[in-house]
Each structure stands twice: as structure tokens, then as C-alpha cells.
């Protein structure tokens, strides 16, 4: 018992220090995604030419410092437009970041998640749904992307053929405050048109805002379609995990470190998981690790063994 105390002491401090140094990049990488500094005292959206080009994460395109566009937002301005019902160059995008970083992307390139992650910091109480309740939400993810991101800009269009982005304008809470708030707070005519939809998505992002603080990250687990998206090629894409049941002694301190409640071992590479590497930092004798490339440390080790 004192063994395994000690054990579970170190192995806290590595997760711990891993998740500031995540936390780190987090912030290095929202700087670099929003880099126009200005536009947030100007009030002003920049649009420049690297608007073309889609970030990872989720950043809302109308936040004023955003150099990028938003996956998910370009995704339903091509399908909700009169010209276009698939866009190759946003979905090539989706399909090269999913291959390469898989949900890595959400751990440490998405702009919303940071705010989740700083939100769930703040010394309360925490909770976790029951698995039989929580199994069943991380469904409605999957729902949101076919329903708000592609059949509603595809199907309800206006007398043109134009479908507004219905995720972005009803529901996203990214946006509300990545970008409703710091326009309105510098464009007082901006603050004149505030109508119900406002407050609808204000309400939205304050439920948000609540809950991250007790449940760790509930807008990733339960409602981003791009989480969706992403979480489809983790058993897929480049980077991946290894589990060595050889080194394993069943502490299960992976699983207790895992925020995003995995069953980690069983479900190694699950949709759910966002590559945050605390699994990784808590196992005492490496029988966790990530990697690159198809060819996997176990994989390796069984084809030196029958060549020798």
C-alpha cells in the first residue's frame, strides 16, 4: 500500500506537469491563431488573405484577432450556398488535420477547449455523469454534425438557395464569445441589433460556461461536431496510442488520470480521446506510449522476434 502510494504520488506529478506544459502550448498556439490584436480594439473583423485558409480547431472566422477560418463554419457556408454543395478543399482540410493529429487537434489546437480546460481549473467540486447517461450524450455530437453542419444548410435554404450556418448562428458558444462579445463591446450599432438569437446563444454559452467548471469539458464530449469529425480517424490517423500489456501491473491509474472518463486500455485509440497525454504521464512503467507511423513498438518488437 505505502509502494503503491508513492507510485500514485510520482505519477500525479507528471500528469501534473504535463497538463501545464499543454496548457502552455494551448495558449501559445490561440495567440498564433488569433494574431491581430488590433481588431479587438478596433472592433473590426480582419479579412485578409489567410481567411482562406482554415485553422484546426474551433475558431470562430468573425472573432476580430482570427486569422483563419473555422472548419465547421466553411463547411456549412459551401454547403449552404446556391453554387456549391461540397466543398473539396474543406474537406480535404478535415481529412489531412484528422489523418495527421486525429483529436490531438482538441487537445491542444482548439481555442474553446482551452477556455473549457482554464473554466474546469477553478477549485469546486467535480462530477462525472453516470457512464450509462454520458455513453448515450457523446451521441449527440454525431447528431449535431449531420443535422445543424450538413442537412440543414443542404435542405432548408431560402427562395435564393442560401441556408445561413445553422450551427454557428444557434448554437456554437465559441463564437458568442470569441466573437459576439468583443464586436458589440466596440460597435455600438452592432448593440442596437441585439435580438432574441443573442440572447438564445448567450443563454447557451452561460450553460457552457457552468458546467465546464463541474464537468470536465462537456461542449467537446457531448455537442462539437468537429470533435466528431476528428474523433473518426483516431483509429486511423498517423498519430496514435500503444498499450504493452506485458508491462501493465492493472493500477489503473491511466484511467483514473483520463479527464475524458476512457476506459483506457480497452478502448486505447477511442473517438473520445483528444491526445491530452495524461494516460501516458500516469503509468509508472511505460506501458502506455504514443506513436507515430503505422508501424507501432509492439509491432516492431513481434517481427524482431520471429526474424530471430
Known sequence: MKFFSRANYFSKGRVGRSETKRTL???????????????FLDGQIYKG???????????????????????IGSLQAIIGSPKYTVSLYVMGLLMLFGTLLGRLVCGFLCVFGLIQDLLFKIPTPKFKLSKSVDSKLRYLK?????VMVIALPMFLTNKFGMAPPYFCKYLCPAGTIEAAFPLIAKNPFLRETIGNI????LSILIVFIISSIFIYRPFCKYFCPLGAIYGL??????????????????????????KMDIDVR???????????????????????NSLVGKATKVAQKNKSEKMH
Not at 494551448?26 to 491581430?36: K, T
Not at 480517424?233 to 493500477?251: A, H, P, Q, V
Open 233 to 258: 480517424f483516431n483509429k486511423l490517423g498517423i498519430f496514435r496510442l500503444e498499450f504493452e500489456e506485458s508491462k501493465c501491473t492493472d493500477c489503473g491509474l491511466c484511467e483514473k488520470s483520463c
Open 49 to 71: 488573405n489567410s481567411k482562406a485558409v482554415c485553422v484546426p480547431g474551433l475558431n470562430c472566422y468573425s472573432c476580430p484577432g482570427a486569422a483563419g477560418a473555422c472548419p
Open 25 to 39: 502550448f494551448q495558449f501559445v498556439f490561440a495567440a498564433m491563431a488569433n494574431p491581430h490584436f488590433k481588431g
Open 266 to 288: 480497452s478502448n486505447l485509440n477511442s473517438a473520445e480521446c483528444i491526445r491530452c497525454g495524461a494516460c501516458i504521464k500516469a503509468c509508472n512503467y511505460g506501458a502506455l
Open 142 to 146: 454525431y447528431l449535431v454534425l449531420i
Open 198 to 201: 443573442f440572447f438564445i446563444k
